[in-house]
Structures are given as C-alpha cells and as structure tokens.
C-alpha cells in the first residue's frame, strides 16, 4: 500500500523526521518515503484493545496479545529474559506469544522501528548504542508507567507496585514533558553502585589495602607501577562513560552534591565549577602517570580482561562488572569495590560516599500494538519472584528489595552492597546522560581527550559546557530538572 495524505493512518513525512530526530537516525532528503517502512506497508500499530480487569489482571490487558520484548545484551546478559520473565508472563498469560530478541546495538535495531511507527512493546534500553530517553519522551514514544505503579504487586496484592521499590526509583524514571507535566516513563531495574574495582587476590598477594584519600592511591599506585603492573586503566574505545563518571564522582566529593545537580539541570557555567576542575585537573594526572595509551583504542571487554590476568590493578565501573567477566575471571580473583578516594581534607562528602542508583532502563512503548501488555511485563520483573530470578541469574541486586532476602551474592556484588550500606545517607546520583544523549556522548569524548593527554582540565570543562549551553538553548530539545 502507498503512502498518501488521504489515507487516515499514513505517516506524512514531518512525523517520520521526528520520530527519526527522536532515535538519533538520519533521513535523507527522499527516500524514506519511498518505502514500506513496516510488514504493513508503513502504517502505524494498530493498538489492541483491552481486556477485563480482574484480580490476576489488574492492567487489563488482553490475555491472548502478543507481546515484543528487546532486551540489552550487555554486562547482564539476556537468561533473565528468557529463562525468569518471559516465563513468568507465559505463566500468567498462557494464550499469549511472547517474542523475544537480544542485541548489544539497541539503537541500530529499533530506530528505523520507531521512525516507522512500528516499535516492539518492551525495550532494555542499555549499552553504548542507547536510545535518547528525553527525545522519545519529547516524541510521546513513551508509555506512561503511572498505572503500572498503582497496580498491586503480584506477591503481595495488599501493596502497589511502588511500596515494593527502594525509595526514588519511581522519581528517577520521572521526565518532564513538553506541557509541563512529570511524569514516570522508565523503570530502572538494577540496583547499580558505581566505583573502582580491584582483585582482592592481587592486593592480599601483595599486601595492599585499597585506599581511602589521595595520598594514599597516589602512592599504591606507584607500587603497582613498580611491580610492572599498568595502575588504572579504562576502554577508551567504548567505554568513557566508565571514567567522566569517575571524575564527576570526585566532583560531588569535593563540592557536594549540588555540583552533579547543577550539570543536570543545565545551569549556567555547571561544568566550569571549581570542584568539576579540580577533578578533571587531578585525574587527568592519573591518565598521564599510571595509565596506557593503547587502553583508547580498546573495548570495555579488552581492558577487562587485562584486569583478570592481573596486568591491570584498577578499573572504574558499576557492579555488572563481575558477572560481565565471570567467564574470563580466574579463580579466586575476588572483584573488590571501593568508593573514588577523598581529594583533599576538605571536601564536603566523606571518603565512603558513593554513586548508586537504579541501573539498566527499561520502557513500554506507547505507540506499540500491546502496550498494557508491555507493563504486565514489568509487573511481573517487579513480583518478588522475578527480582529473585533476576538476581539467581546474573548475581545482581534489583530495585526490589524482597527479591534479594537471604541471597549470597558473589564477593564483587557483596562489596558493593557492603559499601552501599557503608555510605548511609552520602549516596548520590546523576542524570544528564539518560536526558540528553548528546551531552554524554560530548562528555565521553572530552573525557578521551584529557585522560589520554590531549587537553587540560579547563579545556575539558569548556568543550562539555559549550555543549551544555548549545543545548539549553535549543528550544526543541525537552529540558529537564532535578
């Protein structure tokens, strides 16, 4: 079938250049019209409509819809889709068809998906190759996840979905719309602490103790260096976001939280601040004296298992590491997290605060064929069953706190938890790389050029705030605030 104005449900050509612009994909000047874009000839999804509410289906959704669910491919795998989930769901909706579909280039895959009005119904959203969550929320491609927090939890009917989470999960998925509504669009499932890890094998052999204030590292450092062995290290190729966070840790340290708060929310001069360049200055440092050059041209994974053969000694990430590397890790090795050390005596957060938050987003579209059936799906990750699968599967913490009663987590995932509850009320978290793409992927390039020696900490700080300020002053990008 053509695409042609009189049809009711054809995609004029602006719509598809705005899904487009939402997904980050190029459009010719023709050409993406001449096509089907779909299996039915470029039309939009036609919805399914709903089923009887009952006790068991709370969201009504009809018990026969198929359901498409995409899930990352990446430090977690896809088992917990496949073997705890999706069967979860098949239990509770025999008659439905559950499609299921991995891939570590998220984007890649669902782009010419969404530009086409034929998105899947359930998204792992993760990975280097991510969709712009605040371009879908701009674009209404984003299910409103209000009622799925309303509705009863599947283990336990007498509370709603939303008393069965760690407090600000629902508050962390929250966007603002273009009417000046907040609303909660995305799930963040994992109980994720970021830090920098270390073997615990390798600093028992060599009667190390993981350091606390800068002196301190500084100063291992130069015995691990001395020992022929690379000190700090991370994947320039793909994986910079692993050290602006690092730096931007550092920086909450020293000014506090508001220092990450006012990068977020755009504020003028953000990345300029005084402790943003203290941090930079300080682990640029770090790249210059106790890192390799060669680690910008590597993967994640490379540098990883350069860790496990012990020729590397530290490496910032969040807690999926260990069981990313759980096939390549030797036995005995130990994953060890410890928080980024103190910079001076006088920064405002103390040497255990850390970065944690939910990790891992997830969202329902809401212009897919079976979107309620899509929040079933999370409702039932959500069960205290399937966070304790989740858990069994990848030797993770979810948002669900029930899920992981009684559970031995590995050592790596046991440190993290260990420092989590170390650090009390001094936790904190960021946002501006979920809100705007664009801005991380400034970030992560920036952060190449000063760790490998390119550029200083002041030129760092500018080339992100120019950035920064390119896009609080582009009126069709959303903005959002904390």
Known sequence: MSITPEHPTALDRRTVLRRAAAVGLAVPAAGLLGACATSGGGEENEQVSGGTKSATNPLGIKEDAPIEVIIFNGGYGEKYATDVHEPLYKRAFPKSEVKHQATQAVSTVLQPRFAGGNPPEFVNNSGEKFLDFGALVNDGQLQDLTELWDAPSVHDPSKKVRDT????????GMFDTADGQRKPYVLYYVSTVYGIWYSGKLFKDNGWTAPTNWEQFTALCEQIKAKGITPYGYAGANAAYYQWNVILTQAAKIGGP???KNIDNLEDGAWKQEAVLQAAAAWAEIGAKYSDKSFEGLKHTDVQLRQNQGKLAFYPSGDWLENEQKKDTPAGFTYQLMPVPSLTASDKL??????????????????SK????GMEYMRQMLSQEGARGFTETVGAATVVPAGSEGYQFPPGVASSQAALKAAGANV???MFDNWY??????????????????INADAFAERIQKRADAIKKDSSVTKFKR
């Open 165 to 172: 989470v760690i407090p600000g999960i629902v508050e962390q």
């Open 258 to 260: 508001d220092v990450l």
């Open 350 to 367: 103390p040497a255990n605060a850390i970065r944690a938050a939910g990790g891992e987003g997830y969202f329902v579209s809401a212009k």
């Open 370 to 373: 079976n979107p309620r059936g």
């Open 428 to 430: 904190f978290n960021m």
């Open 437 to 454: 793409k664009e801005l991380d992927t400034e970030a992560r390039t920036a952060t190449n050029e000063l760790m490998f020696g390119r």
